[in-house]
């Protein structure tokens, strides 16, 4: 494990000797594996919580889709796609703070489906539950859930003022106590610093989570972030390449904002240790076709085996 004193001398590396390194430990800890998932915003809008880069919070005005938790067929519907199109793990997404007891419960009798029907790791990321909560879940067959960090502790007030950045840690903690694996990330480009990127990063490894999903922003209409400045794509391979070097053994996943900040540079993100790709589109916006992803996916292999 990293010390403070390497971690300091690691950032003062230049972009291109970062993703070097990154490379190597990628390759030399997670071999050529690209780790797929997919997600379905089962339950979307009118959020009580004020997170400044989210369009389905109640608190802004903003067009994102306004429905309950869907009806059971319809997310099956959604997991066999996802099936198809090759993910590994398929996740359902609801807004707001938490959920009530009924819908934990009918959440519970999907997860159940899902597993029983389609070769599939079923997740799920429903905001702040209890440890009963998260136990029920499990027995009816949740592998993991995905709660972010969003980011570092110390800019997190600037980002979130519904709740706190303890809430979101001991959230995870509970779904750890109850045998759950734990996928928890966040998002660059929310007028953070390195300091903050690297804190954050530090308090994943700290946790001990399972998986590491990083999205870059979307500024998105009626959101305060909607003006802020995409970050430079060499800030974001650095970001990915610190956190490889943090994590070596853990999936470092891209997930929204990659197609729109990184572009052109979206292969170099795989030579900067990411391995691991949301397909099938994010929450309230589309991604990139799945057969692009997929044929970008056998591309990225190939140049790892000949390195």
Known sequence: MLEVQEITSLRKKSCLELMSQALQVKLANRGTKVALCSIINAKSGQCSEDCRFCVQS???????????????????????????????????????????????????????????????????????????????????????????????????????????????????????????????????????????????????????????????LIPLPGTPLSSRKPLEAQEVLRAIAIYRILMPSLPIRLAAGRETVLQDFLSSAFLAGADGMMIGGYLTERGRPADKDLAFVEEIKNIWQSL
């Open 58 to 216: 109640s608190h802004y005005k903003t067009n994102a889709p306004v429905y309950p938790l869907m009806e059971t067929e319809a997310i099956l519907q959604a997991a066999g796609v996802a099936s198809d199109i090759g993910a590994e793990h398929f996740s359902l997404v609801t807004s707001g703070r938490g959920l009530s007891s009924k819908d934990v419960s009918k959440i519970a009798d999907i997860v159940a489906k899902i597993t029983a029907t389609f070769p599939l790791k079923v997740c799920a990321s429903l905001g702040i539950l209890a440890r009963d909560d998260f136990a029920f879940l499990r027995q009816a067959g949740l592998s993991r859930y995905h709660h972010n960090l969003e980011t570092s502790e110390e800019f997190f007030p600037n980002v979130v003022s519904t709740h706190t950045f303890k809430e979101r840690v001991e959230t995870i903690k509970a779904a750890q106590a109850a045998g759950l694996e734990v996928c928890a990330g966040g998002i660059f480009g929310l007028g953070e610093s390195e300091n903050d990127r690297v804190s954050m990063g530090l308090t994943l490894r700290e946790l001990k989570v399972d998986s590491v999903p990083l999205n870059v």
